[in-house]
């Protein structure tokens, strides 16, 4: 196996790039024998030992050498598993025996001589090689070589240089694995004196190297396993694992070995032994580990993790992205075929219910009725113009001054579509044949049947009608098309006509739709930006939306704060609500904005697992007096991150909800509250009475949940959605809410303050554990109160109390007393609604208005 290794100048190497096909070796060598024992000492000393005593080389080489050889020389370490210099190998490679049979005894002597030289056996006696002819100046003759015999002296040179550099490069291969050999073994001994069972070559770890990891069997729990393995990864177990086998090496003392290639990310190796079963030498339990110097740093691989698992996100959005497009492409192709066959299928039925109406009239239709009407001319075709004449004194509208055609086509499919006023025809054929008149009737395409009536006016305006008996007039339209060709074809335009309104009922679906999520999202841009630019006058950021992975400079006007007047102002930083793995920023003493207001400013590297980013001041580096927000901190957003915000759990607790059972705008705020913040991604619940007189219709998937007892009474828990939101209702046996009514009970607030009560310990006993209860009103507000003084000692500690105040006309003592004990009050105004959900959402939720 071919082993690279950087000499550490054993051995003067100067190659001199003389005339083509010229090479010169001038060789001085001396012996160093090798020593019984050998310290690190020794191996320091060992290149000055080399250079007095050992082989001192002056090389010149050809150009041809260096152009053809350089590359295989200056090559790096393999970067594979296999180990090398392993097993009692010879260090005359397969290769120069290959050489010695093909050149002959003259050119093995040679090799073996040079190989001899190098393990310390004998000297190389100093040699020099002449391979071109020159004149002879004292002479003065010259020897003229024709072509031939020049070409072939050329060839020999070029040979014999081939044959001299393969010698050369394997000299050189030999002293490098003899040098490597002599400080192995010299480490070996050193980690046996001070008891080490395990050491690596080279000692100094580097980033994208090789290293060989020995292992002494002898001073191991693997003592007497035949196999030995090597199990590891990198940076804490956390980076590349790898498993190798070990082979015995030829050190004396039961000495095993591997190559591991150290990769550029790594910063430390952690490694065990074992057998390949469950035989382990794991360092007493605290496992092997070796620094890597000249790489990256703790912090640099947390960073270049978090830029892998960024990258790793993109890919898998990207992925997640293309997957959804294609499910949505296939969705649409099966509905779009759906649509199809609906509309086909209502074309077929539609069609077959106009020739089922139109029978009727085709059995009444005639060519002509004798003395009364008739069609001229008489072959008419569709689309053509024809004449319908009609002999007045026939009927009732004889003494009629006007007369009027009111009709239309096919069994009157269309209703009324032909209005016209007839003329006299003065049309005497036969005086005996009556009083004629006419009008030209357009007969379209499609029509199968004319259906009329005859009166003296126009519609609305006629009094006297001639309508056949009640029967109607029908005039049969010649087709030339067979009857079902025709009415295949009008089953064809139906369907076109059905795929046409689904088109434009689609598309106007679509735009709605693309309207409504832009107008919502532009709401939620302006409110944030709104928000942002509402505390201006104390903090904001440039830019105003920080982005994860980027530097944000942080702008603050302490003369609005508690540090107005301070000489000094500090900024205290870290992210994710303090929680970030790096902890908080160091403190940084604040700066002088440029833009000469009395704003200051600080700036600060933004990690890619961000979404908040959170800060105090203070006016000195070691604390003093703060600017925490009144407790609360501030906290902004940031956007970009690989990591998201955890979400929250809400839980309101509210006797009105619409639509089921509303009685004024608290309805309305606990339904749209709760959906918006679900909006958000955030998981929210609502613990509601469930009344008898409940708009059950509004509830979906409503089921049987649980039962629990408290207050002396069974209360079954049933739950469903209601505008896409989670509510479980309360149903307490006792018959509490089985009034028929929301208010109105003389014991309302008996009633209600049980409901708490019950809500409470539907938590407590369903081991739910809330981020924020709240609360809305009078109706509910024993909330805040009954968690404080009962339930913040069983459990849920971590849950904060909002109010909500929705009416001051009621209550207002129980109002009163649930602002003393809520953690966070606020107001909802029906004027307002809309602008205050939204501002108290964004607050609370994504701005991380949390306690």
Sequence with gaps: ????????????????????????????????????????????SLENQYNSNGFLHQITASADFSRKKQGRMAAPGPKSSSPRGFGRRTTVGSSQKRAQKKNGEKDSNATSTVTNEVLGVTKLPEAKVDVQKQDSVASGERNVLDRSESEDGIDRLDKKATKDD????????????YLRRQEIEALAEESLARGDRMFVHPLTVKPDEDIEVFFNRNL??????????????????RWKSFTRRLEKTWIHGDWWSCLLHIPKEAYKMDFVFFNGQSVYDNNDSKDFCVDVKGGMDKVEFENFLLEEKWR?????????????????????????????????AQAKAETQKRREMLQPALQKAVISAENVWYIGPSDLKVEDKVKLYYNKSSGPLANSKEIWLHGGFNNWADGLSIVEKLVDAELKVNPKSG???????????????????????????????????????????????????????????????????RRLKEEAIRVKMEKTARLKAEAKERTLKKFLLSQKDVVYTEPLEIQAGSPVTVFYNPSNTVLNGKPEVWFRGSFNRWTHRLGPLPPQKMEA????????????????????????????????????????????????????????????????????????????????LSRAVQELNHNVDIIFPKYD??????????QFNRSYHWGGTEIKVWHGK???????????????????????????????????HAALEFLLQGGLHPDILHCHDWSSAPVSWLFKDHYTHYGLIKTRVVFTIHNLEFGANAIGKAMTFADRATTASLKKFSFRISVTTTRWFTLGFFF
């Design 1 to 44: 196996m071919e082993v690279c290794w950087q000499i550490q100048r054993p051995a003067s190497l100067r190659p001199v790039f003389q005339e083509k096909g010229r090479l010169k070796i001038n060789t001085s060598t001396g012996f160093l024998p090798r020593p019984k024992s050998c310290s690190f000492s020794t191996i320091a």
């Design 166 to 177: 393969a010698l050369l490069e394997q000299k050189l291969k030999v002293e490098r694995e």
């Design 220 to 237: 191991s729990t693997l003592n007497y396993e035949p196999d030995i393995l090597i199990m590891g990864a990198f940076n804490d177990w």
């Design 312 to 344: 790793e996100q993109e890919k898998l959005a990207k992925e997640e992205a293309e997957r959804e497009r294609q499910e949505e492409e296939k969705r649409r192709v099966e509905a779009r075929k759906a649509a199809i066959e609906a509309d086909r």
């Design 435 to 501: 009083d004629w008149w006419f009008t030209e009737v357009i007969v379209p395409d499609g029509a199968l049947v004319i259906d009329w009536v005859f009166a003296d006016g126009p519609p609305n305006g006629a009094v006297l009608y001639d309508n056949n008996s009640h029967q109607d007039f029908h005039a049969l339209v010649p087709r030339r098309t067979p009857e079902e060709t025709y009415w295949l074809e009008e089953e064809n335009l139906m369907f076109k006509k059905l795929q046409e309104e």
């Design 593 to 672: 904005a440029d833009d000469g207001s009395s704003h200051m400013k600080t700036s600060a590297k933004v990690p890619l697992d961000a979404y908040m980013m959170d800060f105090v001041f203070s006016e000195r580096e070691d604390g003093g007096i703060f600017d925490n927000r009144n407790g609360l901190d501030y906290h902004l957003p940031v956007v970009g991150g690989i990591a998201k915000e955890p979400p929250l759990h809400v839980v309101h607790i509210a006797v009105e909800m619409a639509p089921i059972a509303k009685v004024g705008g608290l309805g309305d705020v606990v339904t749209s």
């Design 693 to 702: 007189c409940l708009k059950h219709n509004f509830v979906k998937d409503l």
């Design 722 to 756: 209601v505008e896409g939101l989670s509510v479980y209702f309360l149903d307490p046996q006792n018959g509490l809410f089985q009034r028929g009514c929301v208010y109105g009970c003389a014991d309302d607030a008996g009633r209600f303050g049980f409901f708490c």
